[in-house]
């Protein structure tokens, strides 16, 4: 093979993929990026961390594999002998084959879940290495299409499936019917687009369009709860897929669209409906990308569940739910966003028997499906393989029901019990506690 040359090539004018990543590779690296990739030692004790590689053994999938697969071009753009003597160091020119092997990589073999950085020896985190990469590969328009376009829906139409008002509120309408059948209570409420209420409960539109059952649910639960709250019909997706396209300037526009209606609304407190990236993105990485902290409280309906339990608002009866269930722990929520035991306080208190999957909380496994790989159609094989780490630990629990307070993980789940013959049932944890309920005599 032909020694690289000298100069490394310069950023031009054009609007190729390899220019518009180099211009990004050259021109935007952070100092935290630069610094992780200058640090890891290539160890390899982060590897039976990736739940890639445990499914498929591939050198290529482990987490210090792919944090190299971007630290060639590093080095080749960033460091004095990648420049001069690019073989020496393993440094690598970027062009048409390098962007497709960091697609592969960065996409494809990664959910950017950080399980690694809990075992890196000198305490990186290599998701950060893969969302620079990630960065560059959107920019040059080699993302996958279908995390893109997810993207470009909610930044024009304010969510990510295109739903028109009309869609929201003819299903909150018929929702809020079926439920007053449902609990046999006229009074019962799913109140929409109201001004001063206490809660704004803001949701996945795939509950609106395919999961509606989930949204009575949480009805039931602030019914239970007394609970002033109001849903809205616009600019209500908590789903960021310019966050899983590491594209922060449309993630910034899709959070803020979200956080100024229930600033609009004049709400004290935001709901974000169980999404473990949509809870990470609003909670802890909108202020960032604003500017300014948002002036409503923000939290997970996970934590609204256990602080109505813990106040008595909510009464459980745990003999209703006498299947044993098992808990999937979302990476975005628990790992990265710090919810991590009130799921399981609730859940102890709306079933008979709890079973955990072994390992759980920060150390479970990921399921396959975050990142934004269930819509990345090119992927979708891998995504299922990787999956496979998860369906056995399911399968061990030997749990007949499977809840996890997120809807990407549980769209991944029900792919994964179809796949690999699981035989549970997937519900969202507001689904299992709606279930338990106890309502007290009307007029009470």
Known sequence: MAEASVAPPEPSAGSTAVERALAVLTGRLDERTAAFVNACVRCGLCADSCHVYLADRDPASTPVAKVERFAKLFRRYHTFLGRVAPRLVGAEDLTDDALDGLVTATFGRCTACGRCALTCSVGLDPSAVIGFARTMLQEAGLAPKGI?????????????????????????????????????????????????????????????????????????????????????????????????AADYAGAGAISRMVIERAEALGVE????????????????????????????????????????????????????????????????????????????????????????????RAENYCCGGGGGLLAASEFSAKRVESGRVKADQIRATGAKVVTSPCHNCLDQLLELNRHYKLGVESKTLAEVVADALVFPARGV
């Not at 969510?159 to 006229?186: A, F, H, I, Y």
């Not at 608002?313 to 035991?341: F, S, W, Y």
Request: aromatic share 8%; glycine share 6%.
């Open 269 to 360: 407190e935001l709901v974000v409906a169980e999404c473990g990236h949509g809870y990470r993105t609003l909670r802890w990485e909108a202020a960032e990308w604003l500017g300014r902290a948002p002036r409503v409280r923000i939290t997970s309906f996970v934590e609204k569940m256990a602080e109505y339990l813990a106040a008595g608002r909510i009464v459980l009866d745990p003999a209703k739910n006498t299947l044993p269930v098992t808990l999937h722990d979302p990476c975005n929520l628990v790992r990265q966003g710090g919810v991590i035991e009130e799921q399981r306080t609730v859940l102890r208190a709306a079933v008979t028997t709890f079973v955990e999957m072994t390992p759980n």
């Open 148 to 244: 893109l376009a997810n993207r470009d829906a909610a930044l024009e139409t304010g969510n990510g499936m295109r739903l028109s008002r009309e869609d929201v509120v003819e299903t909150v309408q018929w929702l809020e019917e079926d439920l007053r059948q449902t609990l046999d209570d006229p009074s019962v409420r799913l109140p929409l687009d109201e001004a001063g209420a206490r809660i704004l409960y803001a949701l996945n539109p795939r509950e609106i369009k395919f999961f509606p059952l989930s949204i009575s649910a949480a009805g039931a639960i602030f019914h239970a709860a007394r609970e002033s709250w109001t849903l809205t019909s616009t600019d209500f997706d908590i789903t960021n897929y310019g966050f899983f």
